[in-house]
């Protein structure tokens, strides 16, 4: 069985179309484009959330569309187990709404980084990762609020409940500080909610399916998740 | 009515790079004595009620859910009535 991707447009929202077009157009998943003011999720099977700079990042990134209309339906959606994935902006929205434990700052050198980055899979306990097959993975990162912070409680607790998916490395794998692309904790590019089924990440995998984009790592997650979901 | 402002300040156990980026500016103008700068959110707006105890409950509230993100930064706010 396909899952259904229900990818949320917010004002501001800049890769939604490209987070529809990997999972539809390059994968063949079934994608609907859900509008930030409706509360319907139209029988999505896996919301995405994707990257931008929704109400123009205002206030704090992700501040303000915590509070759109859909969010109470994806709040929901995820406390009943369903599937949930930030992805930039996305994950941002999923911290402000508490769906994530944390917060992202301003990156440590103060400047947008848009570049390739390498991600090592730190575990392969959760439906975004079983099947992805590699320990690191080439995925593309672009923002300028990546630098995750949080307290050392919740950083330990994330240790220890295994939901510390992906963290930034060199090529061959290595977690270092030049690996590190904005100042985030223990080099943290992704995380999980404890039961594993909400997803947040500062690299954007829907840039990395397309093979005419000459990376296609982003493919392994999005089929992780396609066949250990139902 | 009354007149609201918030100040909303990052943790300081929180690192805060627009800071320390103002600071090399001050550095490169010969400021040599500033230290610890760093960089909050001011915001001002009007509360529309006569009544004292519900304007700081709504302006504490607004702060608490939505001005600042009680992870990482403290508010604080004054109320000024006027006519």
């Given at each position: 069985m396909k899952p259904k991707f229900g990818v949320v447009v917010f004002p501001?929202?800049?890769?939604d179309y490209d987070a529809y077009y990997a999972v539809?157009?390059?994968?063949g998943y079934e994608a609907e484009f859900l509008w930030?003011?409706?509360?319907?999720?139209?029988?999505?099977?896996v919301i995405i959330l994707p990257g931008g700079f929704s109400?123009?990042?205002?206030?704090?990134?992700?501040s303000i569309a915590?509070?759109?209309?859909i969010m109470d339906s994806v709040y929901s959606f995820a406390e009943n187990g369903g599937a949930v994935i930030g992805i930039c902006n996305g994950f941002q929205i999923l911290l402000e709404i508490g769906l994530l434990p944390g917060v992202m700052i301003q990156n440590e050198s103060l400047k947008f980084v848009c570049k390739d980055s390498y991600l090592s899979?730190?575990?392969?306990?959760s439906i975004f990762s079983k099947?992805?097959?590699?320990?690191v993975i080439k995925i593309p990162i672009k923002h300028g609020e990546g630098n995750y912070y949080t307290d050392d409680e919740t950083l330990k607790n994330l240790e220890k409940n295994d939901q510390i998916l992906f963290k930034y490395c060199t090529i061959d794998g290595k977690i270092a500080p030049e690996a590190?692309?904005?100042?985030a904790l223990l080099n943290i590019a992704g995380i999980m909610n404890k039961r594993k089924n909400v997803m947040g990440m500062m690299p954007h995998p829907e840039n990395a399916c397309d093979p005419i984009l000459s990376k296609t790592d982003g493919t392994l997650i999005f089929n992780s998740l396609a066949k250990n979901i139902f | 009515m009354f007149k609201a402002t918030v100040i909303v300040k990052r943790r300081t156990t929180i690192v805060d790079p627009q800071g320390k980026a103002v600071e090399q500016g001050a550095k490169l103008l010969g400021?040599?004595?500033?230290?610890?700068t760093r960089i909050g959110k001011y915001i001002e707006f009007f509360v529309d009620t006569m009544d004292k105890d519900l304007a700081e409950k709504e302006v504490k509230e607004y702060s608490e859910k939505l001005l600042s993100n009680p992870i990482m930064e403290d508010f604080e706010f004054t109320l000024e009535e006027v006519k």
């Open positions: 501001g929202s800049n890769c539809k157009k390059v994968l930030h003011k409706e509360k319907e999720l139209k029988g999505s099977d109400y123009g990042d205002y206030l704090r990134t992700g915590r509070f759109s209309p899979v730190q575990t392969t306990n099947d992805i097959g590699k320990s590190n692309p904005n100042g | 400021f040599n004595n500033i230290r610890k």
